[in-house]
Structure formats: structure tokens, C-alpha cells
């Protein structure tokens, strides 16, 4: 064989086996791109953000950062806005932050965007928090916030633990309020009773006593007195809109009224709001009894109004027949007006 042909023979084998690394490292360099995407995408994609967002928003929120913790959240929510934890995240925070006025509107968004078991997990959730903050306020004895987590359990609950109630008020009466907004629970004082609580605040005018002729207005501005009654039996409920023990009266006055028809009314005497407050206390809680309004808390004959709410029931003729500082009881309003109704002289 031709030593010439020989070499030529290697020396192409030779090339043939030069190109084989070549191709490994052009591979290799591909699978390195490859999984670069790979990682890129899995790092962008929407479950891993979503995961980033949940995670920082619990991060923040255990810190105390609820300003960083709630748009964590919210970005939470664009990515997924169907997603439960976000919401109950964004209710911790607003907890946090004792935020409790945005709480009822971020429990109308979860209705609106959770499905039905989620957002019945994320009702029970606020529930069993709220509960627990009015337990840890009562525990602190910080009426103030007790009061404001109240308002806003009673008013998403719709069967509220009268327990969970009452651990803001051990008489079960309600809040004693003073034309201040100062408010303290019934109990608070140590060893108080209720009788101690009347000679305190006052029962309003006494019963046996003809009651003054006092004024009050109406949503349009225009007075009348007590005395426009004369000849039925009259219920007079003083409130405010910020009371909630004033509120659990609503239904059992209602009752009342419908019962007595023509032989009584019942009337609510709202203090020192005024008509647009009342009107939207009335819209909001559907309340169909008459709402009078009075500048202040005091009121002609001496009375001067110190807590509430605050009940006084005036027999036909004008004398007064009873009276119930705090949160008046179906059976005490029916019996005590059924009397007044049926008084002769």
C-alpha cells in the first residue's frame, strides 16, 4: 500500500475525531441556556410570585411593617384574586393597624370575589379573631378598643356570642357613656352593682312625677314636645348611634310598638348627632320607629343625660311610669308600657 494513501487515511480519521468535543461543548452550552430558562420561567411564573407575595406579606405583618404587609398582600390578590389567604392576611393586617373601619368593606370584597367555602372558612376565620381581640382587650382592660372590635363583630355576626358580649359588660347592661364618648363597661368599676350604677348616672326622670313638657325636632327641623302624646301611654328611648348596647334594642322596641298599635308609642330620641346621622342609622339598620333629635344631653326640668341608652315610660296622663338605665329587656318594656296603658285614676 501507497505510504501516501495511508497518511491521508489518518489524517481524515485524525478530522473525523477532532469534531466530537466540539458538539459536546455546543450541547452543553444549550443545556445551560436550557435551564436558565427553565429557572427564569419557574422563578416568574405566577405560583412563585404568588408564593413571594404571601411570604413577604406574613413576613411584614409578624414585624409590625402592615403598610409593606398589605401591599405584599395586594399584589397577592392581582396575581390571584380569588385567593383566601390574601384576604385573611389583609384582615390581620387591618387588625394590626386597628383599622377596624375598612374591615367590613374587605368582608363585602371577599363575598364578592371568594367562592362560597373559602369565603365561608374566611368568615369564621374574622369571626374567631374578633372574638379573641375582645377577649385579650377585656383582659387588658382596655375598654376603648373593646368597644370599637364590638361594634364591628356585632355587626358582620350574625349570631353573636352573648359570652363574648357580655366579657365587656359582667352586669350584662350596656355601655355607660357621657357626652364626652367616654365609654367604660358597666363591671369595670369593682363591686359596682346596678343600683350604685343608677345613684352614679341617674335614672332620668323619677317615676311617680309628671314629666316636664320637653322639646325635640325632627329630620326636617321641626319641634314638638312630649305632651303631643297626651292620652297614650309613651316610650322614649334616648341612644346614640355609636352605642351598640342601643342598638340590641331595636327588635324587641319594635315589638313593642306594633303590639300596643294606638294605645302607645314608642319614639327614640337620638342626642346631640343630629337628623344625618340618624337617618343613616335608621337606612342601615332598617328601623321603622319615629327618631327625634336634641342638641346636647340635657333636657328641660333639671335632667341631665349621662348615659345611655336610657328608657322612661309615661303613662297617658303624663306621669312617669318606669324607667331603665341600660339595655332594657323585651319582657321589662312589654310589662312596664302594658301597665302604663292600662293606668286609672
Keep these: ?35 436558565a430558562i427553565v429557572a427564569v420561567l419557574v422563578l416568574n411564573s405566577p405560583s412563585r410570585r404568588l408564593e413571594n407575595a404571601l411570604g413577604s406579606g406574613r413576613d411584614n405583618a409578624a414585624n409590625g411593617y402592615y403598610d409593606r404587609a398589605e401591599r405584599a398582600y395586594e399584589n397577592a390578590l392581582e396575581i390571584d384574586p380569588e385567593n383566601l389567604e390574601a384576604y385573611k392576611g389583609l384582615f390581620d393586617v387591618l387588625m394590626g393597624r386597628e383599622d377596624f373601619d ?14 362560597k367555602s373559602d369565603f365561608k372558612d374566611f368568615e369564621k ?10 377577649k385579650k382587650a377585656v383582659k387588658n382592660e382596655d375598654w376603648e378598643l373593646g368597644m370599637d372590635i364590638l361594634d364591628v363583630y356585632v355587626d358582620l355576626c350574625d349570631d353573636p356570642d352573648m359570652d363574648i358580649i357580655n366579657e365587656l359588660d359582667p ?16 363591671g ?73 298599635g294606638g294605645d302607645a308609642v314608642v319614639i327614640m330620641i337620638d342626642l346631640d348627632e343630629g337628623p344625618e346621622l340618624g337617618l343613616q ?13 336634641i342638641d346636647g344631653w ?31 329587656e323585651y319582657d321589662w318594656m312589654h310589662d312596664t308600657v302594658e301597665n302604663a296603658v292600662n293606668t286609672a285614676y
Design 298 to 328: 340635657d333636657l328641660e326640668g333639671g335632667l341631665s343625660i349621662e348615659a345611655v341608652p336610657l328608657s322612661i315610660v309615661i303613662d297617658r296622663y303624663g306621669m312617669v311610669y318606669g324607667n331603665h338605665l341600660g339595655m332594657a
Design 1 to 35: 500500500m501507497d505510504s501516501n494513501n495511508i497518511g491521508e487515511q489518518t489524517a481524515g480519521k485524525a478530522a473525523k475525531k477532532s469534531k466530537a468535543p466540539l458538539i459536546i461543548a455546543i450541547l452543553a452550552g444549550c443545556l445551560v441556556v436550557i435551564t
Design 102 to 115: 375598612d374591615i367590613e368593606d374587605l368582608y363585602d370584597d371577599a363575598s364578592d370575589a371568594l367562592s
Design 188 to 260: 369595670s368599676d369593682n363591686g359596682t352593682t346596678r343600683e350604685q350604677l343608677g345613684d352614679k348616672y341617674g335614672y332620668g326622670y323619677d317615676v311617680g312625677e309628671m314629666i316636664p313638657d320637653f322639646t325635640f325636632y325632627d329630620e326636617d327641623g321641626n319641634y314638638h314636645s312630649i305632651s303631643e302624646f297626651q292620652g297614650k301611654a309613651v316610650y322614649v328611648n334616648f341612644f346614640t348611634t355609636w352605642c351598640t348596647y342601643c342598638f340590641y334594642e331595636l327588635p324587641d322596641m319594635q315589638d313593642v310598638a306594633d303590639e300596643f
Design 171 to 186: 352586669l350584662s347592661h350596656p355601655v355607660w357613656a357621657d357626652p364626652s364618648g367616654s365609654v367604660s363597661p358597666a
Design 125 to 134: 376565620y374574622l369571626i374567631k379573631e374578633l372574638e379573641s381581640a375582645i
Design 281 to 293: 342609622y335608621a337606612e342601615d339598620y332598617d328601623v321603622d320607629l319615629p327618631i327625634y333629635y
